[in-house]
T-cell receptor
Framework: KNQVEQSPQSLIILEGKNCTLQ??????????LRWYKQDTGRGPVSLTI?????NTKSNGRYTATLDADTKQSSLHITASQLSDSASYIC???????????FGTGTLLAVQP | EPEVTQTPSHQVTQMGQEVILRCVPI?????FYWYRQILGQKVEFLVSFYNNEISEKSEIFDDQFSVERPDGSNFTLKIRSTKLEDSAMYFC?????????????FGDGTRLSIL
């Protein structure tokens, strides 16, 4: 069964600190892996998309890594800001139809 | 920046009633999707739509559900006879091309509450 697991479930950090969120997946056939940010009451917003051959991709203060052998990904946030408080969702795209399989998300709270 | 817009933002409906959720995808996008998120749970794929046809649907998308692109701009999800368990946030998404490196752009959702 296709699954995407994330850890931790929630995380509290101080403004200015860095953090790393983890994602493990068992999805076949794998197409690509995406990280989305979802603010409370809003739709998910794409941060990064990585295909099988990409190991790392950055988008500003967000850096995602992908290890396709171990089926693991991470999202690293540097110099966190209050506006980073949101749910971060790991999403794996499966097969030819690009169907998205969502993880449960990590709820990040950045405190002043 | 172009956005996917969804209306209404909140819909309250009696069980057994029909409901239509509306979406206006980004204008040059060709692929359209519906997802749902039950409170406290992960987002789940419902259906994808291209060239006026369903490309793929999940097992959630049973005969009570239907999708339509009635004109050049709107994309709708109809639930024929709503059940209590249909209460959820419903997200519409669109993408410009069907390529693995293309993001799906999401609307802010319609919160459906079935009484």
């Amino acid at each position: 069964k296709n699954q995407v697991e994330q850890s931790p479930q929630s995380l509290i950090i101080l403004e200015g600190k860095n953090c790393t969120l983890q994602c493990n997946y068992t999805v076949s056939p794998f197409s690509n892996l995406r990280w989305y940010k979802q603010d409370t009451g809003r739709g998910p917003v794409s941060l990064t998309i990585m295909t099988f051959s990409e190991n790392t991709k950055s988008n500003g203060r967000y850096t995602a890594t992908l290890d396709a052998d171990t089926k693991q990904s991470s999202l690293h946030i540097t110099a966190s800001q209050l506006s980073d408080s949101a749910s971060y969702i790991c999403v794996v795209s499966a097969g030819a139809t690009n169907k998205l399989i969502f993880g449960t998300g990590t709820l990040l709270a950045v405190q002043p | 920046e172009p956005e996917v817009t969804q209306t209404p933002s909140h819909q309250v409906t009696q069980m057994g009633q029909e409901v239509i959720l509306r979406c206006v995808p980004i204008s040059n996008h060709l692929y359209f999707y519906w997802y749902r998120q039950i409170l406290g749970q992960k987002v789940e794929f419902l259906v994808s739509f291209y060239n006026n046809e369903i490309s793929e649907k999940s097992e959630i998308f049973d005969d009570q559900f239907s999708v339509e692109r009635p004109d050049g701009s709107n994309f709708t999800l109809k639930i024929r006879s709503t059940k209590l368990e249909d209460s959820a946030m419903y997200f519409c998404a669109s993408s410009v091309l069907f390529l693995s490196n293309q993001p799906q752009h999401f609307g802010d959702g319609t919160r459906l509450s079935i009484l």
